[in-house]
Structures are given as C-alpha cells and as structure tokens.
C-alpha cells in the first residue's frame, strides 16, 4: 500500500544502487525522456523561476497563511517532493494511458497499472487503487490518476484510458477541493 516513507526509502535505494543522487537520476530516466521540463524532482527552483506561494487552510485560525513554494523535501523527494505544472501533469500522466504512442512504460506494463487492486473504502465517490493510480468511473467512463498534497497545496490528474483526454486540477491552499 501506499506510504510515503516507504517511497522516500525507495528514493534512498536509487540513490545507493546507481550512486547518483535521486534528482539526478529522476530527472536523467523519467523527466527528460518524458520532456517534462516544468517539472523538478525537489524545490527550491533555480533563482528566478517563479513559483506560486500556498496558502494554509482558513481553520483553525481563522484565515489563511502564506507558505512559501521553496521548501525543499529532501529525502522525502521521492514521496512529495515534486514540484510541476499542469501542463507537465497532463503531460505524465497521458504518458501512462496504454494507447499512449510516447512513454517511458510498456503498454504490457501500463495496462498493468489500470487493474483495479483494492477497493478505497474512504473515498467519497466509488475509487479503487490500482498500481500507482487511483481507478474510478464517472459517467460510465474509466478515469485514472492520482492526486497530491503538501504544505500549502492539492492537486489532482485523471486522465481517460483510450480517450485521448487528461486534465489536472491544480489549488494554492492546504484545503484545496482538487478532488
């Protein structure tokens, strides 16, 4: 199941086996082959790249807080530490869809993910996890993807296995409706 300790260990593990640092690596395998150039594996960004500044959510005080967008994550990297745009989002997560003519994955393998693995008996819609993903159906179309949160931010991607179709929700506040 997921954990995002287990994954920052995982970070550790790429970093011992290839005796790269994990950035370095994530970035070199999975973000330039993918041409995810909005997308770094850490914060801080380089100097001059702008970067939206959070919010907290509004209880238990009452209003928001600003948290700034620099905050490196550092071992926890490879759990939470990616920072990204929507069009780069999309762009990954479209990558995963086996029709998909430009990825990284096998499509033995990406058709692999889409198996629905275990029900998620908290979701407030019908969800599932598959490998990687969070499954559902809406409408009567499969959806799969996933969402994150850290600091001062939600986010959530779907895209629509052999749709052609992916969107990515992304909010500036601990409390964000993404979802």
């Not at 997921?2 to 999975?30: C, M, P, Q």
Request: proline share 6%; glycine share 12%.
């Amino acid at each position: 199941k997921y954990s995002n300790h287990g994954f920052g260990l995982l970070g550790l593990v790429v970093e011992a086996v290839t005796g790269e640092r994990y950035g370095d690596w994530i970035s070199r395998k999975i973000l330039s082959p993918l041409k995810l150039t909005e997308t770094r594996p850490d914060g801080p960004f380089v100097d001059g790249v702008p970067v939206a500044r959070g919010h907290s959510a509004e209880l238990p005080l009452g209003r928001r807080v600003i948290i700034p967008g620099d905050n490196p994550t550092n071992a926890l990297a490879a759990a939470t530490g990616f920072v990204s745009t929507a069009a780069d989002l999309v762009r990954f997560f479209t990558s995963l869809d086996p029709d998909s003519k430009h990825s990284i994955i096998s499509p033995a393998s990406r058709r692999t993910m889409l198996h629905r693995q275990w029900h998620d008996p908290h979701a407030a819609v019908e969800s599932y996890y598959g490998l990687g993903l969070c499954l559902g159906s809406a409408g009567g179309w499969e959806w799969a993807g996933h969402g994150g949160g850290f600091q001062s931010a939600k986010t959530f991607t779907a895209m629509f296995p052999g749709r052609q179709l992916c969107f990515s929700v992304l909010t500036n506040a601990s409390d964000g409706m993404a979802e």
